[in-house]
C-alpha cells in the first residue's frame, strides 16, 4: 500500500509484521526526444505496484530528485534536474531517522540511475548508502549507548551478521537490476534496453513517433521490442520479490 494512504492502524500492523517498506528513487532527466524525463524513477514504481498485489509492503513517496548530472545534455530545452549528493546526504539522513523512529526495520531502496556502477557507487546511490550506515550507527548508540559491539550482548553479532539478522540489515539499498540481470540485459541510456523496458513497464512514457538517430546513445531505441521488455521484467520481478522477502 501506498505510505501516504495508510491508516495508523495499518502502519502498526505493517511495523508487527516487519512489512517491507520501499522508497522508489531515481532522476528527471533527458532520455532522448521519445521517452519521458521519469523513466529511471518511474520504471522502480510500475515494478513495485506490480509486486504489491502479490506481497505486503508500504511504498514511500518516491524520490525523484537524484543526482542526474548533466553529462548527457545540458538542462536548457532538455528538462535535466540535477541535485547535488550534498544535498540529497542529509535529507537520506532525516528519512531514514524518521522511519527507524516509527518502528520500521525492513527498509529498502530501489535504485535505477547509473547503476551499472552500483559496486563502486555513483552520487546518488552512495549518498543514501552512506546516510543510512551513519543513520544506523547514531540510531543503535543513542538507545544502547557508546560501547554496545563491545558488549556481552553483542558476542552473537557475526553469526547474525552471516543470517542476515545484524541491524545492519535494517536498511538495504538495491540497483533495480542486479549485475547477472544487467548482463542478460546491458543497460544503455534510451536505448534498445530502456526504451523496451519502458514499453513493459510503463508503455504510455513511450513515443516511438518522435524517435530520432541524431544521439549516438539512443539509436539502438529503433530496435526496442515488447518481448524483449517483458523478458527483462519477468526476470527483475522475480529478483526484486526475492529481495523483498
Not at 516509527?102 to 535505477?112: D, Y
Not at 556502477?117 to 551513519?134: Q, S, V
Not at 543513520?135 to 559491539?149: L, Q, R
Not at 515488447?226 to 520481478?237: C, N, Q, T, V
Request: hydrophobic share 35%; net charge negative; with cysteine.
Amino acid at each position: 500500500m501506498k505510505y501516504e494512504m495508510c491508516f495508523p492502524h495499518q502502519l502498526r500492523k505493517g511495523i508487527e509484521e516487519n512489512w517491507p517498506v520501499v522508497l522508489p528513487v531515481g532522476v528527471i532527466e533527458y532520455h532522448s526526444e521519445h521517452l519521458v524525463f521519469g523513466v529511471d524513477t518511474l520504471l522502480v514504481i510500475k515494478a513495485l505496484e506490480e509486486l504489491e498485489r502479490e506481497i505486503d509492503m508500504i511504498i514511500l513517496p518516491p524520490f525523484y530528485y537524484g543526482a542526474a548530472s548533466y553529462a548527457v545534455e545540458p538542462p536548457e530545452n532538455n528538462g535535466t534536474i540535477h541535485i547535488s549528493s550534498s544535498s540529497i546526504y542529509p535529507f537520506a539522513k532525516d528519512l531514514f531517522r524518521s522511519l527507524l523512529r516509527i518502528g520500521f526495520r525492513n527498509i529498502h531502496v530501489f535504485i535505477h540511475h547509473q547503476s551499472e556502477n552500483f559496486t563502486a557507487g555513483m552520487p546518488t546511490d552512495l549518498a543514501f548508502k552512506l546516510a543510512a550506515r551513519e543513520v544506523i550507527f547514531e540510531f543503535i548508540e543513542k538507545k544502547e549507548g557508546e560501547g554496545w559491539w563491545g558488549r556481552e550482548t553483542s558476542k552473537d553479532y557475526y553469526e547474525k551478521h552471516k543470517e542476515g539478522e545484524d541491524p545492519f540489515n535494517w536498511i538495504k539499498i538495491h540497483p533495480f537490476m542486479t549485475e547477472d540481470i544487467q548482463k542478460k540485459y546491458p543497460i544503455d541510456h534510451a536505448g534498445k534496453q530502456e526504451t523496451s523496458l519502458m514499453l513493459a513497464f510503463c508503455p504510455e512514457g513511450v513515443n516511438m513517433e518522435k524517435f530520432t538517430e541524431e544521439k549516438w546513445y539512443s539509436k539502438t531505441a529503433k530496435e526496442a521490442n515488447l518481448d524483449y521488455g517483458e523478458k527483462a521484467k519477468k526476470e527483475i520481478l522475480e529478483k526484486m520479490k526475492e529481495m523483498l522477502k
